[in-house]
Structures are given as structure tokens and as C-alpha cells.
């Protein structure tokens, strides 16, 4: 059984390195026209990243609960604010 089933993961590898399906000829630049778009239209369609201080409250409580496992993170938290002691002990915030 496990004779057929790595014969059979063989003959899938060879059929897919053989094919010609992914292959692209190099004179055919139509079929990649629709992958790039304007400026404009991507800048509407992307989210743009928000300052540090834009941070919404669902955002700075899931902060607050990270920073509270941590003893000197929270001490930190009281004294200088969450979004100081979060940088200060795990980095950048990630949103």
C-alpha cells in the first residue's frame, strides 16, 4: 500500500513539472495588464495603516490584556500608558 500511494505522489510530481499549463510565453505582457492597477484605484482599496494614537477601544484592550501577563509590563502600564509599555516590552503594535 504505501508502495502505490509513493508511485502515485511520483507520477503526480512528474506530470506537474512536465506540464506546460503554468508556463507563460515571454511575448504574452496581456495577461498580466490585469494584475496592476492605478495608484488611485489601490489606494482605495488598501487600508491605510493608522497613527499610534488612532487606536479604537476594542484595539487598547486587547493591548491592556496582552501587557497585564506581564508584571513589569503592567507596572509600566499605570505609570506611562499602554501604548508606551506594550512597545517598551513586545515591540511594535501590530495594527
Known amino acids: 500500500m504505501k508502495t ?6 511520483c507520477s ?6 512536465t506540464s506546460d499549463a503554468g508556463s507563460q510565453p ?7 495588464e490585469g ?3 492605478g495608484q488611485e484605484q489601490a489606494s482605495t482599496v488598501v ?4 497613527a499610534p494614537g488612532e487606536l479604537s477601544i476594542t484595539q487598547l484592550e486587547s493591548l491592556r490584556e496582552v501587557c ?16 508606551a509599555a ?6 511594535p503594535i501590530p495594527y
Open 4 to 9: 502505490l500511494a509513493i508511485l502515485l505522489l
Open 47 to 50: 487600508r491605510q495603516k493608522r
Open 35 to 37: 494584475v496592476f492597477v
Open 26 to 32: 515571454a511575448g504574452d505582457n496581456n495577461a498580466q
Open 68 to 83: 497585564e501577563a506581564n508584571l513589569a509590563c503592567e507596572h509600566m502600564m499605570d505609570t506611562d500608558g499602554i501604548i
Open 12 to 17: 503526480l510530481a512528474v506530470i506537474c513539472l
Open 86 to 91: 506594550y512597545t517598551a516590552h513586545y515591540g
